[in-house]
């Protein structure tokens, strides 16, 4: 029975996996940065889904987006919260957004952000939402300036990348 139940398991995170690698197939976002690129590896670290922080992984994806250029939206959406990625810093900011239309299953957190939109402001896809702020404020110039992208499908948290 033990072994039957694994096997059903097993077969349910295939699905699961197989239909995100399909939808992600059709599902695209825009670049919250016109394609600027992603911040890639510097002395702090690196910014890919994942990446080692010690003893956690990193979350989300970062995008190179020098301080004070614009940060556009990934997809339609609403926003529906204002927050801090920092408990003990609130001189930083975060958007978060929920999908409309086809994108209501998506959820994203945008963080290291000025110029914030107020809740309920809805966005069309490639619309500016906020400016980029800078990091070296916190860490030094030796950060690559970027904005953290975190997604999440139906609650779930998932790899941003294979949607850009």
């Excluded at 001189?91 to 959820?107: A, H, M, T």
Aim: with cysteine.
């Amino acid at each position: 029975m033990a072994r039957y139940i694994g096997a059903k398991e097993s077969l349910i995170v295939s699905v699961i996996t197989l239909l995100v690698l399909l939808l992600s197939r059709f599902m695209r976002f825009s670049a919250i940065n016109y394609k600027q690129g992603l911040r890639g590896c510097d002395a702090w670290g690196c910014g890919e889904f994942g990446a080692s922080r010690g003893n956690r992984k990193h979350k989300g994806l970062d995008f190179f987006i020098p301080k004070g250029n614009p940060v556009y939206a990934p997809f339609p959406c609403e926003v529906i919260r204002l927050g801090y990625p920092y408990a003990d810093d609130l001189s930083y900011r975060l958007v978060e957004v929920q999908g409309i239309g086809g994108y209501s299953d998506y959820k994203a957190k945008i963080m290291y952000v000025t110029n914030l939109p107020a809740v309920g402001t809805v966005f069309h896809e490639k619309q500016q939402m906020c400016v980029a702020d800078d990091l070296a404020r916190k860490y030094d110039s030796r950060m690559t300036n970027h904005v953290h992208f975190e997604l999440y499908a139906n609650g779930e948290l998932v790899n941003p990348e294979i949607f850009f």
